[in-house]
Nanobody, 117 residues
Framework: VQLQASGGGLVRAGGSLRLSCAAS????????MNWYRQAPGEKRNLVAT???????VYADPVKGRFTISRDNAKNTVYLQMNSLKPEDSAVYYC????????????WGQGTLVTVSS
């Protein structure tokens, strides 16, 4: 199983980035997909979820600014981040979760987002 995250970088406050996470080795359409982020010295926090039925959930700090989406044909989940703030700076991780009787969870390697003020 591999989750390859990409799209991070340096952006000014108010700017936008789109993160991608390409999955292989899993039946992608069956998995709920999550984006987490972890800033230095802080715990890893859930940012957004898209379920296998395309229901989306967002953490309060990103509501109205971030959009999670998925393309099952490409085995890829996206995180469109608009109106970025310095406090959005973190390493962003994608996570795949399967929980239908059994439970499986896989993590990507993370992609760094830095928002300058």
């Amino acid at each position: 199983v591999q989750l390859q995250a990409s799209g991070g970088g340096l952006v000014r406050a108010g700017g936008s980035l789109r993160l991608s996470c390409a999955a292989s080795g899993i039946i992608f359409s069956r998995y709920d997909m999550n984006w987490y982020r972890q800033a230095p010295g802080e715990k890893r926090n859930l940012v957004a979820t898209i379920t296998n039925t395309a229901t989306t959930v967002y953490a309060d700090p990103v509501k109205g600014r971030f959009t999670i989406s998925r393309d099952n044909a490409k085995n890829t989940v996206y995180l469109q981040m608009n109106s970025l703030k310095p406090e959005d700076s973190a390493v962003y991780y994608c996570n795949a979760v399967y929980h239908d009787g059994s439970f499986s969870s896989f993590w990507g390697q993370g992609t760094l987002v830095t928002v300058s003020s």
